[in-house]
């Protein structure tokens, strides 16, 4: 196991910024990852799971407590004719790799989240009109601190939503049901969609991906986009002029930067349309 004290977030979130930890850990098992929860509750210690960090906004005060990184240590991808089992640590990315080589489809809209199968699983990640809830049977999970195994249904999942959330359950690994098809197709697909990426979306740029989640009846980016915000910044951080749904850091900026314009935007955006933004981006900590 790794152990880090003082460990600066911005390494380990990808809008890259954040404070410090005051500790923190990469478990190497799931025995270790049990292990460090029993002692931060033992302790009365706050703690905080994360895995590629990709939807995090830590706040520029860091976190008072232990940050648990499930990462490659706990990133093993095993197939078993048309299910793919990976555990919470393994780029979802990898996955769908994994997915193509051995000829599996129905994976592809996920080979550009870039995202772990855990936090993809515990957020419902989707992407080009596919979700995570379309292809997991099952997910492991530690609550209170016991092995579960729980079904798709079990896990109640949602736009951008699973049980986890309401029930302080850690990922621990996924299974997902595929089906044979042609490889050539499949790869073909997962280069469309890498195309398409890279020409809609600002993937030069530190972010945490689509910012907002999509409200109702309306596309949050063309919401923005139609305030006026494209392009608005505060300090470093942007409405990206490429896609107006992502925030960017173009340079230096500091978690409170991005957060003041999260806000502004979610302002501006009910000053003219009467629509309320949630950020689907996690905030972490205290901002200003």
Do not use: W
């Amino acid at each position: 196991m790794i152990e880090l004290t003082n460990e600066s977030m911005s390494k380990h979130t990808t809008f890259r910024t954040g404070g410090n930890a005051a500790k923190f850990v990469i478990p190497e098992s799931v025995e270790e990852l049990k292990a460090v929860i029993r002692k931060c509750k033992e302790d009365n210690e706050k703690y905080l799971v994360i895995g590629n960090g990709s939807n995090l906004l830590v706040s520029d005060r860091g976190f008072d407590g232990t940050v648990i990184q499930i990462a490659d240590k706990l990133g093993r991808i095993t197939v078993n004719a048309e299910e793919i089992y990976a555990e919470a640590g393994a780029m979802l990315s990898a996955v769908a790799r994994v997915a193509r080589d051995n000829s599996l489809t129905g994976m592809e809209f996920a080979s550009g989240i870039p995202g772990s199968a855990g936090g993809a699983a515990y957020m419902n990640a989707g992407a080009y009109g596919g979700e995570m809830k379309d292809i997991i049977t099952y997910v492991d999970v530690i609550v209170n601190n016991e092995f579960k195994r729980m079904t798709c249904e079990e896990m109640e999942f949602g736009y951008r939503h699973s049980a986890a959330m309401e029930q302080d359950m850690i990922v621990t690994g996924i299974s997902i049901k595929l089906r044979y098809g042609d490889k050539d197709k499949i790869t073909a697909e997962m280069s469309e969609l890498s195309k398409k990426r890279v020409e809609k979306q600002p993937l030069e740029y530190p972010s945490a991906g689509s910012t907002f989640k999509r409200p109702t009846g309306h596309f949050a980016g063309k919401l923005i986009e139609d305030t006026g915000l494209r392009g608005y910044r505060v300090g470093d951080a942007m409405v990206s002029d490429k896609h107006c749904g992502f925030v960017v850091n173009v340079g230096n900026a500091t978690s409170d930067d991005i957060y003041q314009l999260i806000c502004d935007v979610k302002e501006k955006v009910y000053a003219k349309f009467g629509v309320e933004l949630e950020p689907e981006v996690r905030l972490i900590g205290e901002f200003e």
